[in-house]
């Protein structure tokens, strides 16, 4: 490995700081489109996209739409998306302006309901009583952002 001087050493290092801040930024944005990914993904898997997903449970009552019943106008899903990015935390939500046209349940986001229906303090007296998780603490995710983590460090000085 060749010798360098201080001087030498200072010149490598003086843009890595926006560098860094710019990778920084670039991981969050692209950690953001993996969870929505991951999640969505959950839609196609019928469970939770992560090792302990289990099958969601099925529809208690008469069920009369068309297609499978948690991607049936494919609205929930599609409505999973980045919230923010602020101070380095990615928050991804599904967004409640995309069931005001919904062709079913006009109005009414029930990503609440299916994702953590416990935590509801007024219970829905029809529709899903049992929880189907879609959004959460994922291993699939995490090993995703494993991934996209080593970026962090391109073309800084090594």
Sequence with gaps: MPKITPRQMIAQWAGASHKFQVNVHNFEVEAGKAAVEV??????????????????????GRYQGKGSLMNETGT??????????????????TDPADFVNSARHQGFCYAAVHNNLDSLSNKPLKGPKRERQFIGHSSVL??????????IFDGLPR
């Excluded at 993904?41 to 090792?51: D, H, Y």
């Excluded at 929930?76 to 939500?93: E, G």
């Excluded at 995490?142 to 970026?151: D, G, I, M, Y």
Aim: glycine content about 4%.
């Design 39 to 60: 999640f969505q993904k959950s839609f196609e898997l019928k469970r939770f996209n992560g090792a302990s997903g289990k099958t969601w449970a099925r529809w208690q």
């Design 76 to 93: 929930l899903k599609n409505s999973i998306k980045v919230k923010s990015i602020k101070n380095h935390k990615v928050t991804v939500f």
């Design 142 to 151: 995490f090993n995703e952002l494993k991934k996209l983590s080593v970026h």
